[in-house]
């Protein structure tokens, strides 16, 4: 029998967005999300209650689409 997959949890969401600096500042100071850490002109992460926030710089058309979710065993699974 295949493994059954059963979708429990989302571990990232990816939001692209066109200015960084500007939307790391929006989504830190006024929605209040804990910010984790940036990589320069590319990234921003945030936690939001255990699941990954990513602001890509760029447009939904230049960003990879991919989710990152977990599984009913609590194992992380990339899909692109």
């Given at each position: 029998m295949?493994d ?15 200015d ?12 209040g ?33 991919s ?14």
């Amino acid at each position: 029998m295949a493994d059954e997959f059963g979708l429990s949890a989302i571990g990232q969401i990816a939001i692209p967005i066109t200015d960084l600096d500007r939307s790391t500042e929006f989504y830190e100071k006024q929605l209040g999300m804990k910010f984790l850490f940036q990589v320069p002109g590319q990234f921003s992460f945030f936690d939001n209650g255990g699941v990954m926030l990513t602001l890509p710089e760029g447009t939904p058309s230049e960003v990879r689409q991919s989710s990152i979710t977990k599984s009913k065993d609590s194992r992380m699974q990339q899909r692109s």
